[in-house]
Nanobody, 125 residues
Framework: QVQLVESGGGLVQPGGSLRLACTAS????????MAWFRQGPGKEREIVTA???????YYTDSVKGRFTISRDNAKNTLYLQMNSLKPEDMAVYYC???????????????????WGQGTQVTVSS
């Protein structure tokens, strides 16, 4: 089992920045693919970004150039640096992990086995 705990959400003005963190515990592996998803009010959950076990990344078009995914394997922590935030980025953000040592990322939520509880990001002036 893997437990994921997100932190770092909050209220930010448009154009501002936030950094989300997702700390993993339990049966973790630095080679496991992980991702950030989000679900805005009245919207379906969507992929934001993902990182493979070897560090290759995926970004949905709407966040390219503004968001950066990274991981610190020594700390078992996944990060999401969000810059130039827009009101449409407002959502609950979830981190997700694939099965142990599955290094390939996916853009489909159903391919991820472990999920955090989510952290709210509010972008408003």
């Amino acid at each position: 089992q893997v437990q994921l705990v997100e932190s770092g959400g909050g209220l930010v003005q448009p154009g501002g920045s936030l950094r989300l963190a997702c700390t993993a515990s339990g049966r973790t592996s630095s080679r496991t693919a992980m991702a950030w998803f989000r679900q805005g009010p009245g919207k379906e959950r969507e992929i934001v970004t993902a990182i493979s076990g070897i560090g290759s990344t995926y970004y949905t078009d709407s966040v390219k150039g503004r968001f950066t995914i990274s991981r610190d394997n020594a700390k078992n922590t996944l990060y999401l640096q969000m810059n130039s935030l827009k009101p449409e980025d407002m959502a609950v953000y979830y981190c997700a992990a694939r099965d142990y040592s599955n290094a390939f990322y996916s853009t489909r939520g159903r391919d991820y086995t472990y999920w955090g509880q989510g952290t709210q990001v509010t972008v408003s002036s």
